[in-house]
């Protein structure tokens, strides 16, 4: 038997060369690359203000949010930063939290939300990476991202590939204490659930996310659009406040989920009539045995040359998942919920139901250009824009109609 | 392949089966109706305006997406994830 002697790493002499820090190396190149690109001719720089509205039976949401995009110096770096304030109301027990925390007062929650990204355009290639994180009482959410894009065929075709991961966590709040504790899904007891680590046993939802985009333009005033995501989700999925609605069982979803959805579409633009049609329509499939199918129309009008107004119309339609009961009796299972132990699963969730909507709305945008070349007072009014949009959803689900509202205001400087 | 030879699905594989076919059809369609045809920079002017550019709605369909991801079950908005269970 030999001796085991202790390995120490030596570096050779002379070799010091090759002990490049390659991550600045590669930062280098970037940075070389970046420098010797044609310089555009114009950069913006430009701030978004953006309040929306959600309204419904039971729920409403306002959601003030801001945005601010920077040029570093053009658009070879686009820094950007958004923050979002979701309040959301729940006046009655169908939005869930209120059968944990028992009581009929309305319940407002808030949620924070910020996002970094940055962008740059490099010739032809656009690269792409963002940060997002989202907190709120029961639910803490981070997620990252890279896209890459590449012009051909002097920018008739554009492809794009992005990846993003988000890694969450469940919490609920305990009943009437108000004490929040990990949640990992119905299968799995309070007691057995960790706030740490992943996998089973832990409150850790992660997502991938692929997505991949197809642009061609097939006539100066024809574009066709093709984008296809798929999602691989692993951890709880279940909402931990539907027992009210389960006569006491915890609801329980399968831990797994596989997404799939692709979207084709057209904008066709009419210059002589001013307008531009916008038809697409995403097929959605997933490995619940779920489909949605959501085909959506919108023409765009230009009656003077600095507004737009934009009609749209959209359908929106989805089947039970697999483990949907329309009777609504559900056993205490006690172990997973899969296709194979069906048993063990229950759902009050309005997402697992089969449903229809039609959702109509319009949107009006004045865009300050005109103003701010009519009068040098207000020419720091360049470049923006106010819009206003309305939308009012006919859903045939438990929840009702809704109406949703949006007001942007947003400047270039 | 089950004992009286039919072949059985494995679970969790329902996606590919239901998508592949709409896939090709719908990449089929793409290839054979977008051609070669070469749009030169100078005729872009009508593909530069807000209603023919997808990034004009980015803001709003960030909103749509989140909304649909509380509601619907067929919808793969805010990057497949969650949202909180609030307005779940």
Redesign the interface.
């Given at each position: 038997m030999t001796a085991h002697r202790p390995h120490v790493r030596r570096r050779r002499p002379g070799n010091a060369r090759w002990a490049w820090p390659w991550p600045l190396l590669g930062l280098a190149c970037i940075g070389a690359l970046w420098l010797v690109t044609a310089r555009p001719a114009l950069a913006e720089n430009r701030a978004?203000l953006?309040g929306?509205y959600?309204r419904e039976r039971s729920?409403r949401?306002v959601?003030p949010?801001a945005?601010i995009t920077v040029d570093a110096p053009d658009e070879r770096l686009t820094l950007g930063a958004m923050y979002l304030l979701?309040a959301?109301s729940?006046a009655s027990i169908a939005?869930?939290?209120q059968a944990a925390t028992g009581g009929d007062n309305v319940?407002t929650?808030l949620?924070h939300e910020a996002t970094a990204s940055a962008e740059s355009k490099l010739g032809e290639w656009y690269l792409g990476g963002f940060f997002r994180y989202?907190t709120?009482?029961?639910?803490l959410?981070r997620?990252g991202?890279l896209s890459l894009a590449r012009d051909l065929?002097?920018?008739?075709i554009n492809l794009s590939l992005s990846y993003?991961f988000?890694g969450?966590r469940?919490f609920?709040i305990q009943n009437n204490t108000g004490a929040r504790a990990p949640w990992c899904g119905g299968d799995i007891g309070v007691n057995e659930c960790s706030g740490r680590g992943y996998g089973r046993g832990s409150n850790f939802?992660q997502?991938h996310?692929v997505a991949a985009g197809?642009?061609?333009?097939?006539?100066?005033?024809v574009?066709?659009?093709?984008n296809?995501?798929y999602?691989h989700?692993r951890g709880p999925?279940d909402?931990?406040?539907r027992e009210g609605f389960l006569g006491g069982i915890e609801e329980t979803h399968p831990h797994?989920r596989?997404?799939?959805?692709?979207t084709?579409g057209v904008?066709w633009?009419i210059?002589r009539a001013r307008t531009?049609i916008?038809p697409f329509y995403s097929?959605?499939?997933?490995?619940?045995?779920?489909?949605?199918h959501?085909p959506e129309i919108r023409v765009?009008v230009?009656p003077t040359r600095h507004i737009?107004l934009?009609a749209r119309y959209g359908y929106?339609t989805?089947?039970a998942?697999f483990f949907y009961r329309a009777d609504g009796q559900y056993v205490d299972g006690s172990g997973p919920c899969?296709?194979?132990l069906e048993l063990n699963c229950a759902t009050a969730?309005?997402?697992?139901?089969p449903w229809d909507s039609h959702s109509p709305g319009v949107q009006l945008?004045w865009y300050f250009d005109g103003v701010a070349a009519g009068h040098r007072a207000l020419r720091w009014l360049e470049g923006g824009f106010v819009e206003v949009?309305y939308n009012h959803l006919f859903?045939d689900?438990r929840?009702g109609n809704a109406r949703?509202g949006?007001l942007?205001l947003s400047f270039a400087y | 392949m089950s004992d009286d030879g039919v072949r059985v699905r494995p679970p969790g594989s329902m996606i590919w089966p239901m998508a592949w076919p709409t896939c090709r059809i719908t990449a089929l369609l793409f290839f054979a109706v977008a051609g070669c045809v070469t749009v030169k920079p100078q005729e872009r002017q009508h593909l530069s305006t807000p209603e023919m550019t997808p990034e004009t709605d980015a803001l709003e369909d960030t909103f749509s997406a989140h909304i649909d991801a509380a509601r619907r079950g067929a919808s793969n908005g805010h990057g497949g994830g969650g949202g909180g269970c609030g307005c779940g």
């Open positions: 978004t953006r929306n959600y729920t949401v959601q949010m945005q979701d959301i729940s939005s869930g939290t319940f929650e949620r989202s709120e009482t029961d639910y959410s997620a991202g065929l002097q920018r008739n993003s988000g969450d469940w609920r939802l997502v996310n197809y642009t061609h333009t097939l006539h100066p005033t574009l066709l659009q093709l296809v995501a999602s989700l999925l909402n931990p406040y797994v596989d997404r799939f959805v692709i084709p904008r633009k210059p531009a916008e097929l959605y499939v997933d490995d619940w045995g779920q489909r949605g959501s765009h230009r737009r934009r929106y989805q089947n998942t899969t296709r194979a969730d309005v997402k697992a139901m945008t949009t859903q689900n929840f949703v949006s942007a | -």
